[in-house]
């Protein structure tokens, strides 16, 4: 009666929140540290709440269906038109309308592993046929001849850059080149893009088989509201609208969306503290004995553990503590390393130290 994909499709982990840790673990949800999201550590700014408070009032109206003042603000964000900008509830939602109008069943995906699962999710719903490219061997960098090579008879290729978890940019003359050789349309996610701030969104001019997708998750700091968006050509934008469902956006996100995009100051300094606060938490994992952060392009760490530790151990040791990381262990691309790994969101200063102790607690 129901599609055979979901007898063996696992259902999307999206990882511990701090509701499901207080009751299980006792820890009241005023202690709990969510280091396990990847979100923006700090409530946005006030001009952004006094609009979310303002647009309470109107939610028994709909939402303005084609986005249009909020298609405006991004388009002197990002330095397109609004013909190459196409908005979702979420990145997700973005990525699963992109495989909606690409993707027939036994279409081939390609994926560099490991990354962002929500690739491989997606393009399992649909049915398509899957190969992954290793970037274990090369310390996670994403090689260009490999992926091309795997690409050349794809109908779709994913691109995380940077990317998750690893926090690794892939070079942009290196995802041109990709471009250049492959016939399948390329989906670069960005939605780390405001960390490492190295873009091919403005080569949507140039490729018509490029979508970028952002976030205003991470950066913007809105992961509660819901809010990505496309950038591609005008063609490729239009198949994305007449495929999105109507009203996909709520009016609340869209009204906190455009005025986060008028604080842009505002987020790039608290941005550049938590860029420092990264590298001071990568020179104290890698203090402490067996630990070894790698370095990182993000808001979060891709922490590989000493020998003798399993992810599982740390993690539930964590949540006992009232701290909240993800095991990455299990992901495509992650299994064939003979240690495990856990990925750490970089949080406010106290939050770091905090995390930082109960790491060396564990490990003594």
Known sequence: MFRGVLEILESYRAGRNAEEIS????????KILNLGSN??????????????????SKVNRYPDPLSRELKEKLCEYVGLSKTNISVGNGASEVLDTICKITLNPLDKVVIP????????????????????????????EVRVGDVIKASEDAKLLFLCSPNNPTGKVIKRED??????NTCAIVVVDEAYYEFSKETVAHEIERFDNLIVVRSMSKFFGLAGLR?????AGQDIITLLEKARLPFNVNRIAQRAAVEALD??????????????ERESVIEKIN???????????????LVKLPDKMRAQDIVEELFRKGIIVRDVTGIHGLTGLKCDHIRITIGRREENRRLISALQEIAD
Not at 23 to 30: A, L, T
Not at 39 to 56: R, S
Not at 175 to 180: A, V
């Open 23 to 30: 009751e299980r673990y006792g820890v009241p949800q005023d």
């Open 39 to 56: 979100e923006f550590p700090y409530p946005p700014p006030k001009t952004v709440q006094a609009a979310i408070q303002d647009e309470i």
């Open 113 to 140: 592993v490991p990354t962002y699962s929500m690739f491989i999710f997606l393009s399992m719903l649909r049915d398509a046929s899957l190969e992954f490219v290793d970037t274990e061997r090369s310390k996670f």
């Open 175 to 180: 995802i041109i080149k990709i471009i250049e």
């Open 227 to 231: 809010l990505g968006y496309a950038l």
């Open 263 to 276: 604080e842009q100051n505002w987020f790039e300094k608290i941005t550049g503290e938590i860029s420092q």
């Open 287 to 301: 203090r402490i004995k067996g630990f070894k952060a790698l370095p990182s392009r993000t808001n979060f760490l």
